[in-house]
């Protein structure tokens, strides 16, 4: 069973195969990283590496990219003591988009080798035991920190430190639930006295207040709960409008010759599964083009407008036909990655070197693809490209993996405030205690999405190690 | 048949007379079955396979006498070609047939979780309800003053009038033959049981009995061992012998055995307590029936004289039956602890005699003691065993310590001090198939046809036992049926969670149903059992061949219609300016207020009706939400495992999961995401590996 063509699969889909992905971020740079894992990587290192080693440990060589060599440094991990707990190989390159790209292409020309899905290395070294789901959860996010505050807590998360956190709320709120259990399935057991509501509602009040504390001021806020913003940039007629138009696959933006057609920023929804594995998706900025000379209230607010939007980009996509990429940069943040798109490919161009689609290293930088959103050529490029960058924006993943938990955490503090409504503090025994269960089992399996399910087992053993049960 | 006759035909075939004859005049297989193809694909029917019934129901217990029930339902009798009278399709293998349905330990029905697993055995058109109504002799709703979600019907039943109700309703139905035999193997061909091998009580011949479903109810007889103090005595009940044959019976085709331990408490003679001295433990005022069918007027249908007769006077007679009574309360005492702390060296679960899992929910009172060592008394209730004896079980102080040491604690509880013990309490060891070996239908994996029920499973209580035996026995019928499988779900009933803890878990000690097992424990309730499960018998065909069945139909038909009518005024109506609906989940009208205003309002409807609607409406929001969650989860929950992976190859699984997935062998992604060992992520990618097996399998 082979699917044509090397697409990225979910994380976790099938670890039969073999992953392949660049692990530094994108962009030049003096050196890059790309990593395999997988059953396959010692047919890789075979087949592209001379000479042909297959040694533990550094290796020096050259990695055959198009047939010709390419020096590089390599090394070799064995499963099932790597990160991932498989084969893995990780080949350190001269930092050229272009020649990594056509490396991971040469890497997935190897049988079973394709790309990787976003977090998908992670994903491997959670499926075989070698991380715990938030300790995942965490290294994804450490990559992402944007803040120093987001850098302590994703180490925390790393470090399973986050992950104690949860567990003694879960410990605490599984103890409660026993004790409620006990006073609804043991009452005829004279032994077992129900727990006053005076002190359930302080000890889930306890719990409810950490949980609200940590989602607010750790790192649950990074997470909006919306997918990253990635803004479409550079100067007026740069075709921006016809790109998003191509990569939503709907005319959604009025596209002209003219220049300074766009004069709203639009927001949509650009879905990149296929691009970068489920449920990963963008909001993609179309910006009124960037131009310092407009003056006149309708221009002028357009400005503002794009200014606004490029402030809070969380990565950019950098338009430019000329492929010289000059002058946007000062009004970016440098943290907020970039993807360089050459545009209008099919236009000759003086910056375009032959048949590559890469600019010279001129001043500004050379762009990342040339893309031809008018016949579709490259626009998958450009796509992964978009996915690579919003993963990698300053909270992008960290977004993605803490959403879930501040999700979970939230979903559970909410439970728990409703059955706290449900007790009366002055009462002798609970008014309606298998409502009070109700709810605290859905702030316990909460928790389990995060840590792993509590089941009724979990509850009843703990009954039976606090009262004396059985007549 | 007159009840007598029939006597005399099971005595007859006892004495392996008739067998022959039975034998000899064996049909060709049903001509239904020819048509289509097995649901089971693992069942190879031989064309010419000698059928003396169409479901053998080894063991009289709970188990095994609601499966021989259930299967009856479904099976009504043939009536050969040449002969007026109908020929039974069921057969009941029992050692002795005068013991079927008796309470070797507690003599009660119901209780939390366990009164809802007998409402539901009910409304499927079981037993268990209609003789606990007729031989109940104190009722009481336990936690009554809760929600309906977690009050349990329970009662206190004259056990000699249990088992009586038991045997009548039993013989009461022509397609079951009692036959007084142990069984001495099963015959499996083709590695599928195909019928037992039996031993009259009186003979040495073996003969073979054949059926294309088995069901196997042990109980605690598999190599039942009793102890009390240093004395063991082989058997499963008190008096009785052990099954010894059956354990390697089971080993030779392949099963994992496990061992378990019950026990029970002294029995005291109340003339010898100081009886009136102890504070009284009375009943509810009202008594609530457990069965649908108890308690109600008579109907257009069916006379109540026809009912008497034809359920052997079980059911159709007022309710309660019995004469009411009361128990009494009593406790153990600082020097009754002593005693037992003096005596722990003579006591078979600390001299190490005793070393299989008891309960943890039932300890003994040397347990206790041990265990909870600060406390200087525990509860104990003096509950009459019967209207026609002085017996009393002494609920709270299973013992296994010997015959002397029981005399002195005994007599260590107030009321008690000149107490005479009638039996001695006592421990029993057995042995069960370990249930990863079943699927959720009871039958077991390796052997098809062959189905297993109650403690055998590794469960414990009455209850419990009696559930399994409705599965076992439907889906035996089925099979006899060539019909597609029949199970129950988490949401569907304690029945379906009862079935998928045992396909899932490992059992550590004797399972007992507790209402915290049901994640949908709000839509499992006692008071709304028939409408999610009677809907469910009526498809089967459960309820269409007999009096019983008929008359539950009707009633149930009454109860919709008084459902549907009260639930449009119960929106509509008003209470203090709000709705009926809206004032019963302020928690501002009791079920009696709301019968009350649904009269004024036009629609008045019977009392179990009102208490639904009350539930209902109390639970209205939280119910929605559950069903939601249900809805959501619903595809993976029943989406099907095939039966041919071996997940030994899949590798790319963690190893514990792939031992988990392997021993367990789930049928559903259900099951499978709540076995032990496995994590979401696993459960994740068994999808993906699942969709490509079936791929490859496909193409191959």
Redesign the interface.
């Given at each position: 069973?082979h699917t044509p063509g090397p697409q990225p699969r979910p994380p976790?889909?099938?670890?039969?195969e073999t992953i392949v992905a660049c692990a530094t971020a994108p962009g030049r740079s003096g050196r890059t990283i790309v990593r395999l894992s997988g059953p396959a990587v010692e047919t890789a290192c075979s087949s592209l590496f001379q000479p042909a080693t297959n040694r533990r440990g550094v290796c020096r060589g050259d990695v055959l990219i198009g047939g010709r060599p390419c020096p590089a440094i390599v090394l070799r991990g064995v499963g099932p003591a790597s990160y991932t707990g498989e084969d893995t190989l990780e080949v350190v390159l001269p930092g050229n988009p272009d020649l990594v790209e056509r490396f991971v292409e040469a890497c997935c020309a190897v049988a079973g080798v394709r790309r990787a899905g976003p977090g998908e290395f992670s994903a491997r070294a959670?499926?075989?035991?070698r991380l715990a789901?938030d300790e995942a959860e965490g290294v994804a996010a450490v990559i992402a920190a944007r803040t120093s505050d987001d850098l302590a807590a994703a180490q925390q998360l790393a470090s399973g430190e986050l992950g104690r956190v949860y567990r003694d709320w879960a410990d605490e709120l599984t103890t409660l639930l026993a004790l409620i259990?006990a006073g609804?399935?043991?009452?005829?057991?004279?032994?077992v006295v129900p727990i006053l509501p005076r002190d359930l509602q302080q000890r889930l009040g306890r719990v409810r207040r950490e949980m609200a504390e940590r989602s607010k001021g750790g790192i649950a806020e990074s997470a909006e709960g919306l997918p990253p913003l990635v803004v479409l940039a550079g100067a007026p007629n740069a075709g921006k409008s016809t790109l998003f138009n191509a990569l939503l696959g709907r005319a959604r933006s009025v596209v002209a010759a003219e220049s300074g057609t766009t004069r709203d920023v639009l927001i949509e929804t650009l879905a990149l599964e296929e691009a970068a594995g489920p449920g990963l998706a963008v909001r993609l900025a179309d910006l009124p083009g960037l131009d310092a000379d407009a003056t006149g209230g309708a221009a002028q607010a357009a400005q503002e407008a794009a200014i606004e939007t490029l402030d809070r980009a969380d990565a950019v996509v950098y338009c430019d036909p000329q492929g010289r990429f000059v002058g946007l940069e000062t009004g970016i943040s440098s943290r907020v990655p970039m993807l360089r798109v050459q545009t209008k490919a099919d236009l000759p161009s003086a910056a375009l070197l032959e048949g590559t689609g890469h600019a010279p290293g001129t001043a500004g930088g050379s762009s990342d693809v040339a893309v031809c959103a008018l016949d579709g050529w490259r626009l998958d490029v450009v796509r992964r490209g978009i996915a690579d960058i919003a993963l990698r924006a300053p909270g992008g993943s960290c977004a993605v993996a803490l959403a879930r938990h501040a999700r979970e955490i939230g979903r559970a503090a909410c439970a728990l405030e409703a059955v706290e409504a449900e007790i009366d503090p002055t009462a002798r025994a609970l008014?309606?205690?298998?409502?009070v269960?109700?709810g605290l089992?859905s702030a316990v399996d909460s928790l389990g999405?995060i840590l792993?399910?509590i089941?009724?087992?979990d509850?009843?053993g703990r009954v039976?190690a606090t009262f004396?049960?059985?007549? | 048949m007159s009840p007598r006759s029939r006597e005399g035909l099971y005595l007859h075939i006892a004495r392996g007379a008739l067998l022959t004859h039975i034998i000899s005049s064996i049909e060709p297989l049903a001509q239904a079955r020819g048509q289509r193809k097995p649901a089971i694909p693992t069942r190879a029917y031989h064309p010419r396979v000698r059928q003396n019934y169409r479901v053998i129901v080894i063991g009289g217990g709970h188990a095994g006498a609601e499966a021989a029930w259930a299967a009856a339902n479904l099976l009504p009798p043939q009536t050969r070609r040449g002969s007026a009278e109908p020929r039974a399709t069921v057969a009941l293998v029992t050692l002795d047939p005068a013991k079927i349905g008796v309470m070797p330990c507690n003599p009660a029905i119901g209780?939390?979780?366990k009164g809802q697993l007998v409402r539901e055995i009910d409304a499927l058109g079981g037993l268990m309800g209609l003789a606990a109504d007729a031989s109940g002799i104190q009722f009481k709703v336990?936690?009554a003053s809760?929600?309906a979600?977690?009050r349990g019907p329970r009662c206190q039943n004259d056990k000699h009038a249990y088992a009586e109700a038991v045997q009548s309703l039993i013989r009461s139905r022509p397609e079951i033959d009692i036959i007084a035999a142990s069984v001495e193997d099963i015959i499996v061909e083709r590695g599928c049981a195909t019928g037992v091998v039996i031993k009259a009580a009186a003979s040495d011949d073996a003969t073979p009995l054949h059926a294309p479903a088995v069901v196997l109810t042990t109980g605690t007889f598999m190599r039942g061992l009793m102890h009390t103090g240093r004395t063991k005595t082989p058997g499963g009940r008190h008096g009785e012998g052990a099954a010894t044959g059956m354990s390697a019976c089971l080993q030779r085709l392949g099963f994992e055995l496990g061992r378990l331990k019950t026990g029970t408490p002294p029995r005291l003679d109340r003339t010898t307590i100081d009886w009136d001295s102890l504070p009284v433990a009375l009943g509810d005022e009202t008594p609530t029936p457990l069965s649908e069918l108890s308690a109600v007027e008579e109907g257009p249908a069916l006379t109540l004289e026809a009912l008497l007769e034809s359920t052997g006077g079980v059911v159709g007679e007022r309710f309660p039956k019995m004469q009411q009574i009361e128990c009494r309360q009593t406790n153990t005492t600082p020097e009754m602890h002593e005693v037992i702390r003096a005596n722990l060296h003579r006591a078979p679960i600390y001299t190490g005699d005793i070393k299989s899992a008891g309960?943890?929910?039932?300890?003994s009172i040397e347990d206790?003691v041990v265990?909870?060592a600060d406390?200087p008394t525990?509860?104990?209730?003096l509950e009459p065993e019967s209207l026609r004896s002085n017996w009393v079980y002494c609920?709270?102080i299973?013992t296994s310590l010997p015959a002397d040491v029981q005399e002195l604690l005994v007599r260590a509880m107030p009321g008690c001090e000149r107490a005479e013990i009638h039996r001695y309490g006592y421990a029993v060891e057995y042995d069960m198939v370990r249930p990863h070996q079943i699927n959720a239908t009871c039958m077991t994996k390796p052997v098809g046809g062959l189905f297993l029920a109650g403690q055998i499973n590794g469960t414990s209580g009455y209850e419990e036992a009696a559930a399994q035996g409705v599965v076992a026995g439907i889906n035996a019928a089925r099979l006899a049926r060539s019909e597609r499988e029949w199970t129950l779900g988490r949401d569907q009933a304690y029945i379906g969670v009862l079935m998928d803890d045992l396909v899932t878990?490992t059992p550590v000690e004797p399972y007992r149903m507790?209402?915290?097992?049901a994640?949908h424990?709000?839509l499992l309730r006692a008071d709304n059992a028939a409408d999610r499960l009677t809907p469910l018998a009526r498809e089967l065909g459960a309820l269409d061949s007999t009096d019983l069945g008929r008359w539950r139909t009707q009633l149930f038909g009454d109860r919709e219609r008084a459902l549907t009518a009260a639930r449009t005024t119960i929106a509509r109506a008003q209470h203090d300016g709000v709705s009926l609906a809206h004032a019963v989940r302020q928690?501002r009208l009791s079920i009696d207020q709301l019968r009350q205003a649904l009269d004024d309002a036009g629609t008045p409807c019977p009392l179990p009706v009102a208490a639904t609607l009350h539930a209902e409406a109390r639970?209205e929001g939280?119910i929605r939400r559950q069903c939601a969650d249900i809805k959501r989860r619903a595809s993976e929950e029943r989406r099907t495992l095939p039966a041919w992976i071996d997940y030994r190859t899949l590798?790319?699984l963690?190893t514990e999961a792939r031992e988990a997935l392997a021993r367990f062998r789930p049928t559903t992604f259900g099951q499978a995401s709540?076995l032990e060992g496995l994590?979401?992520?696993?459960v994740?990618?068994l999808t993906?590996?699942v969709d490509?097996a079936r791929?490859?399998h496909a193409s191959a």
């Open positions: 069973m976790g889909a099938t670890i039969a959670y499926l075989n035991g789901l259990e609804i399935d043991f009452v005829d057991q004279e032994d008014d309606a205690p298998e409502l269960a109700d089992r999405q792993g399910r089941t009724p087992d509850v009843i039976f004396c049960v059985g007549k | 209780g939390l979780a336990l936690n809760r929600g979600a977690v309960p943890r929910y039932c300890p206790k265990r909870f406390r525990h509860g104990v209730f609920n709270g299973a878990k507790f209402t915290s097992r994640e424990r709000l928690d639970y939280y590798g790319s963690r709540r994590t979401p992520a696993d994740t990618l993906v590996l490509r791929k490859n």
